[in-house]
Each structure stands twice: as structure tokens, then as C-alpha cells.
């Protein structure tokens, strides 16, 4: 079952192929990093520019890494 983190991480990553696709560039192999408020709804989210098979749930507004998921 996925969860809800792993949803926003998947929307995140899908919005920045897109940005990635259409500037010439890839998220071959990159996560992302997703900020979430305390009712877990997505404020930002950045790519990761490192290769990598983790992204990042963190909290809006204290930073810290809330969830980090492997894919």
C-alpha cells in the first residue's frame, strides 16, 4: 500500500522529469526532496541534483527529515 509520503514524492518526481524533459536534462536516477506542512500537505519540493535511490520528506518548517524513501 502506498502511503501518502510516497505519493507526493512520486508527484514531485513525475513534475520534475517533466521540467527535466522539456530543458534537456534528467532525473535519471534522482530523488527529490518534498516540504510538507503539518497536515502532511506539499509545500515545495526540489529535484535531487546527485544520483541517488532516496528522496526526502521534511518538514516546512523546521527541516527536519520527517520520512526518507527508497525507490
Not at 507526493?8 to 524533459?21: G, P, R, S, T, Y
Not at 502532511?40 to 532516496?54: A, F, H, V
Amino acid at each position: 500500500m502506498e502511503t501518502n509520503n510516497f505519493k507526493l514524492v512520486k508527484e514531485a518526481i513525475d513534475f520534475w522529469a517533466k521540467v527535466a524533459n522539456e530543458n534537456k536534462w534528467s532525473m535519471k536516477n534522482k530523488g527529490c526532496t518534498v516540504w510538507v506542512d503539518k497536515t502532511g500537505q506539499l509545500k515545495d519540493s526540489i529535484y535531487n541534483p546527485l544520483e541517488g535511490d532516496e528522496s526526502f520528506i521534511v518538514d516546512y518548517e523546521t527541516e527536519e527529515i520527517i520520512e526518507i524513501i527508497k525507490h
